[in-house]
């Protein structure tokens, strides 16, 4: 794996750089020398221990990667994990002898014999459990990419299920708000033929600016806010003076991203359930204000809320769901009923102008 990424690779020999380096820094500072000749013999030996015992851990680790010893589901195959490191401590304490013979003169066999074989044991121990550590650490270094990388996949399975989620909504917008429009239109034809094909018209706009704005996750609230405009003076052609208009958005709130076709749900809902159940003028307000580091974007009728309709509500669990896909569990929609006006309230938060920056 650490082939295939150059900051693993990296990370692996800074890693074994800086192990096998403080371990000689440290045989070096902790020994005492009568001369500087005699140090300078001892420290080239302890840099051909360091490089040797480098070698034989990257040939060890190229071992346990070819026979996955580490990465078993069963567990470790521990006897052959035992026997190759054994090998790798008599390896060491060979090219240790070696470097003691070739820059030393063979002072290490100066020992009398039971001596010498009680300090060769001792080095193939402390070479077996330097090996051990080192394995030990690069077993939980495995462990620990084997977690990230999970993790990663994970998360990156959590992203495509939101974004299909997401793209089966937005796909649902479409045919909510066509059958909606004609049935407007339908109702229009009767009584105005002119008007319904000036609806028609519009209707056409308002279906490109659908599919156009389908492609996007975020839109802008402006041009938002002309495609609703566009949908309700269609609606007016209809209800003439029964539908009464007031739109109050600051200039500098018309940049704020939210997914497309969401205020235009609202904004239908207004209509279906303020609109048509009046018999004289219904006002329809659309406003937006700053509250804090948020937007709060606001479709309020005048009217009640429906305790039984026939009407799915499909559109606006639809919008509920796609704010929190989209804009986080921050932003949402609240319906409310006071004084005789429905409103229904967008908050989108901070950090969908940072999704949209990025």
Known sequence: ??????????????????????????????????????????????????????????????????????????????GRIGA???????????????????????????????????????????????????TLCYAVALARRRAGR?????????????????????????????????NSIRALAYENADAAARAIGQLAGMMRYSLQAGQQLLVPLQEELAAVRSYLDMEKLRFDERLVLQVDVPAELGATPLPPMVLQTL????????VERSSGPCRIEIRARRLGEAVEVEVANQGGLALESSSTRLGLANARERLALQC???????????????????????????????
């Open 1 to 78: 794996m650490e082939r295939s990424n150059p900051i693993s690779h990296r990370d692996y020999w800074f890693c074994q750089s800086i192990g096998w380096g403080t371990l000689t820094l440290f045989s070096v500072l902790s020994s005492s020398f009568g001369s500087l000749h005699a140090a300078l013999q001892f420290a080239l030996a302890k840099l051909f221990v360091m490089a040797s015992g480098l070698g034989l851990s990257h040939l060890w680790r190229s071992r346990l990667r070819r026979q996955g010893w580490l990465e078993r589901p069963q567990g470790f195959p521990y």
């Open 84 to 134: 190759g490191l054994l090998l790798l401590a008599i390896a060491q304490t060979l090219c240790l002898l070696l470097s003691d013979k070739v820059f030393r003169g063979g002072a290490f066999f100066d020992e009398e014999p039971g001596m010498l074989a009680f300090n060769l044991g001792l080095l193939v121990f402390m070479w077996l459990a330097v090996f051990s550590v080192w």
């Open 150 to 182: 999970f993790e990663y996949e994970k998360l990156r399975l959590e992203v495509s299920v939101k974004d299909a989620e997401l793209r089966a909504l937005q796909a649902q917008v479409n045919p909510h708000f066509f059958f909606n429009s004609l």
């Open 267 to 274: 904004a239908e809902n207004a209509v279906r359930h303020g």
């Open 328 to 358: 986080g569990p921050g932003a949402g929609i609240a319906l409310s009923e006071s004084e005789g006006w429905v409103r229904a309230c967008v908050t989108l938060p901070h950090t969908v102008s940072a999704m949209e920056a990025a």
